[in-house]
T-cell receptor, first 115, second 115 residues
Framework: GENVEQHPSTLSVQEGDSAVIKCTYS??????FPWYKQELGKRPQLIID?????GEKKDQRIAVTLNKTAKHFSLHITETQPEDSAVYFC??????????????FGTGTRLTVIP | GAVVSQHPSWVICKSGTSVKIECRSL??????MFWYRQFPKQSLMLMAT?????????EQGVEKDKFLINHASLTLSTLTVTSAHPEDSSFYIC???????????FGPGTRLLVL
């Protein structure tokens, strides 16, 4: 099965600086890579995703890059704000079609933005 | 958008009792739902895949007789933790895939504390 590794496990940045979280995956068949933000005690919230036919995607201060050859993808948050503090999870999945497609999650990164 | 609810959000029980957690897709049908367990400061670990009208598929190391899953309708899956013990204390989250199979919609989670 798929194995997703995530680094770093904790990350502290000054407000306004950028944060980068990196993930690697093992299954070359994986073709969909979502990123989730989870605040303490709450459900994971999808913040951005990327499909394997795209190398980069951006949504305001958040961007994701994908290197299929190296099997790694990264989350970039620019101009960080205190409300960005949370745990971020990457995930990988081989979407075969409608129905059951299990997500494989990374181990998570606890991001702290220092005001 | 698609909404998944869970009930209860919190449960405290004595060791040896059984606890049932419900996961509902409120505005869409889900032939498949996923059950995850999350220990403090750890990632989401898939426990089982719940299949409407058939048996659940359990991940390696998850006891099917302890974690009973019933997916009786296209909008409801239940997870019953039987004879709960303190080590079963955790955050349990369900999810259901949206149309197309990519996006996972997560429930708000159920925090279980076994005394």
């Amino acid at each position: 099965g798929e194995n997703v590794e995530q680094h770093p496990s904790t990350l502290s940045v000054q407000e306004g600086d950028s944060a980068v979280i990196k993930c690697t995956y093992s299954d070359s068949a994986s073709n969909y890579f979502p990123w989730y933000k989870q605040e303490l005690g709450k459900r994971p919230q999808l913040i951005i995703d990327i499909r394997s036919n795209v190398g980069e995607k951006k949504d305001q201060r958040i961007a994701v890059t994908l290197n299929k050859t190296a099997k790694h993808f990264s989350l970039h948050i620019t101009e960080t704000q205190p409300e960005d503090s949370a745990v971020y999870f990457c995930a990988a999945i081989e979407v075969k079609g409608p129905g059951a497609n299990n997500l494989f999650f990374g181990t998570g990164t606890r991001l702290t933005v220092i005001p | 958008g698609a909404v998944v609810s869970q009930h209860p959000s919190w449960v405290i029980c004595k060791s040896g009792t059984s606890v049932k957690i419900e996961c509902r897709s409120l505005d869409f049908q889900a032939t498949t739902m996923f059950w995850y367990r999350q220990f403090p400061k750890q990632s989401l670990m898939l426990m089982a895949t719940s299949n409407e009208g058939s048996k659940a598929t359990y991940e390696q190391g998850v006891e099917k007789d302890k974690f009973l899953i019933n997916h009786a309708s296209l909008t409801l899956s239940t997870l019953t933790v039987t004879s709960a013990h303190p080590e079963d204390s955790s955050f349990y989250i369900c999810s259901a895939p949206g149309q197309g199979g990519e996006t996972q919609y997560f429930g708000p989670g159920t925090r279980l504390l076994v005394l």
